[in-house]
């Protein structure tokens, strides 16, 4: 099993570009979630889906969309990249809502310019 | 502030010490996580603790659960190179969410 698989792992983007970063999980989890890891911040929620056709906003979800494709797929958008948006970002999966242990991906590190 | 904190920001320690660190919630602590993160990696599950007293081992890591307290502790006997990386606690929280406290970075000089 590969687990929480991530893509693309490094990206530049200028100021105003698109982009989709993609999260695939292979163990039937039926959570997922989107996080976002800068300095002296910690881990802090962007969105979540607690089961497949759901989502949820997390703690920092402005300038980001998601879609729960299907239960392995959950995809985070960023439509207009702002600097500020700079991060590494890592998805997660969890067999259920609380209780659960969250399996994590090895991360995406954006860098936007 | 954090909702859950975690001290000390930062550890040095020499090979072969012992080591605690500590995970504080300001809310009543239902389920707490453990997590290590090595440098520029994802996350790696280490322990889960539910109830109040409950205690967990894994190879040299211990990690305990105080309720009253709001508290948990990390503690590492021994400790050794391979136990270098960042340590974050997480807590679940209402509708589904996780919460982290910002992490301890540990450094283990030989």
């Known amino acids: 099993n590969a687990g929480v698989t991530q893509t693309p792992k490094f990206q530049v983007l200028k100021t105003g570009q698109s982009m989709t970063l993609q999260c695939a999980q292979d163990?039937?989890?039926?959570?997922m979630y989107w996080y976002r890891q800068d300095p002296g911040m910690g881990l802090r929620l962007i969105y979540y889906s607690a089961s497949e056709g759901t989502t949820d906003k997390g703690e920092v979800p402005n300038g980001y969309n998601v879609s729960r494709l299907n239960k392995r797929e959950f995809s985070l958008r960023l439509e207009s990249a702002a600097p500020s948006q700079t991060s590494v970002y890592f998805c997660?999966?969890?067999?259920?809502?609380?209780?659960?242990?969250?399996?994590f991906g090895p991360g995406t590190r954006l860098t936007v310019t | 502030s954090q909702e859950l904190e975690q001290s000390p920001q930062s550890l040095i320690v020499q090979e072969g010490k012992n080591l605690t660190i500590n995970c504080t919630s300001s809310?009543?602590?239902?389920?707490l996580y453990w997590y290590k993160q090595k440098y520029g990696e994802g996350l790696i599950f280490l322990m889960m603790?539910?109830?109040?007293?409950e205690e967990k081992s894994h190879e040299k890591i211990t990690a305990k659960l105080d309720e009253k307290k709001q508290q948990s502790s990390l503690h590492i006997t021994a400790s050794q190179p391979s136990h270098a990386g960042i340590y974050l606690c997480g807590a679940d929280r209402r509708a589904q969410k996780l919460v982290f406290g910002q992490g301890t970075r540990l450094t283990i000089n030989p």
């Open positions: 163990m039937n989890h039926n959570s």
């Open positions: 603790l539910q109830k109040g007293g």
């Open positions: 809310k009543t602590l239902y389920g």
């Open positions: 997660a999966s969890r067999q259920g809502p609380i209780n659960y242990e969250q399996y």
